[in-house]
Each structure stands twice: as structure tokens, then as C-alpha cells.
């Protein structure tokens, strides 16, 4: 697995792609993983400087993945009109099998956080679970690729703070099981976003358009890091 580098957390912004240069035709560049310091202890950001970087960077949504936790859905919508930016609720979760991505879930609790529980509730609510960062060392058990076939709709193949990007070991392998592969920068800094991101070759105006963009495989991964030998 490729360990996490600290480098990957020092690219200027400026020498990151332009979104336009690898956004679909009539097609959108989704932020699928990023943290605010409103709801993430571990963050570094505020909610509305996550918003502004998305605008600057040139990307067409953005999803707050708070740890454990779930944006209100007004407070989703003030965010999304007072910015004239679309803005998407999800979470984080940290389940007995690592972190996972959910989109389309209407609350937490923490029932989710056990595998089985949650992959029943994702499929009586319409919802989609995606294998956050599945190259990262942690402790705990690793779900083999057979699991992950079962509980998830998707893997996050690329991770902003990770070496690994298109045409890797993770997307290989995910694509070949016929999941949805994704790309998340994993942001906890305003830097940090948009360093990668969700393709969907459709306009995306909300959480149902996401989910129907993983759900279906149609989503994609990019990245717009510069192409550097890490050591």
C-alpha cells in the first residue's frame, strides 16, 4: 500500500491543472472529500473558505464529508444560495472496516458505523457508500476486495494526500469489479482543494444527481496534481 506523504500537502495551488482542462463535456468536477473546521475537529477551514477555493479552483460542487457527523439540509441550502455554488451534504464515517464515504443518507447515528448496518441502511434509503482511501496504513481490519465488492458502490482510488492516481493499483482493481471509480483531495486546508476530483459527465445540481453519477459507475477520477517521482 502507498504510504502517506507529506509533500502531497505542500502542491501550490498554482501548479495544479485547470478544472477546464479535464472537466467532461456538459459535465461537472465534483470536491467529493472535504472537512470544515464548523463540524471537523481535525480541520483547519472554515466552511466558506472551502466554498471559495472550490469557486477559484473552477470546480462545480462540493461536498462536506464531516467526520461522523451530517450538515443540515437548510443549512446546505443557504450555503449553496448565498454562495450561488453547489454544495453537498455527506459523511465520513469510521466503520469497523475503515473510513466510508456516504452520500444520500438523511441523518447519522451511530448504528452506521458497523459495516452490515450501514450497507442495509444504504440500500433501503437509495443510498451510496464509497471506500474512502483504501491505500492508507491504519490499524483494524481490511476489507478484501470480495467485501468490497458487496458493501460499496464505489472506491475512493485517488486521495489527495496520497501518491496513487488514474490508472493505479486501486483503480485497476475497482474498475474491474464494475464499482465506481472516484478521487477525493481529503481536504482539511483551503490548499488542499481540488487537488483532485469527481468527474460526472452530466450537470450535477445536487446530492441526487451525485448518487445517481456513483450508483451507476458514470463517475470518474482526475487529477490535476503535477506529475512529480515521489521518493
Not at 500500500?1 to 456538459?26: C, E, F, K, Q, Y
Not at 463540524?39 to 466558506?48: K, M
Not at 451511530?110 to 448496518?117: A, G, H, M, N, T
Amino acid at each position: 500500500m502507498t504510504p502517506r506523504h507529506d509533500i502531497l500537502r505542500l502542491i501550490d495551488p498554482a501548479d495544479l491543472a485547470p478544472a477546464d482542462s479535464v472537466r467532461p463535456p456538459g459535465g461537472a468536477l465534483v470536491e467529493l472529500h472535504a472537512h470544515s473546521s464548523n463540524r471537523s475537529r481535525d480541520s483547519g477551514v472554515t466552511v466558506q473558505a472551502l466554498i471559495e477555493q472550490a469557486k477559484h479552483r473552477g470546480l462545480d460542487a462540493l461536498c462536506l464529508t464531516e467526520h461522523n457527523t451530517l450538515w443540515p439540509d437548510d443549512e446546505i441550502r443557504e450555503l449553496s444560495e448565498r454562495h450561488e455554488f453547489t454544495v453537498i451534504a455527506g459523511m465520513e464515517l469510521g466503520t469497523d472496516v475503515g473510513h466510508v464515504l456516504v452520500f444520500g443518507l438523511p441523518r447519522y447515528h451511530p448504528e452506521l458505523l458497523e459495516i452490515d448496518r450501514l450497507h442495509r441502511v444504504v440500500a433501503a434509503e437509495g443510498a451510496v457508500a464509497v471506500l474512502a482511501h483504501p491505500m492508507r496504513h491504519r490499524p483494524g481490519r481490511h476489507p478484501g476486495w470480495e467485501e468490497i465488492q458487496t458493501w460499496f458502490h464505489g472506491v475512493e482510488v485517488i486521495n489527495g494526500d496520497h501518491s496513487d492516481t488514474v490508472g493505479g493499483y486501486h483503480h485497476s482493481q475497482t474498475e474491474s469489479l464494475g464499482l465506481a471509480a472516484v478521487a477525493g483531495s481529503d481536504a482539511h486546508s483551503r490548499p488542499a482543494v481540488g487537488r483532485v476530483a469527481t468527474a460526472v459527465p452530466s450537470y450535477v445540481a445536487g446530492i441526487y444527481d451525485l448518487v445517481r453519477a456513483i450508483s451507476n459507475g458514470s463517475a470518474y477520477p482526475v487529477d490535476m496534481r503535477p506529475r512529480r517521482t515521489i521518493e
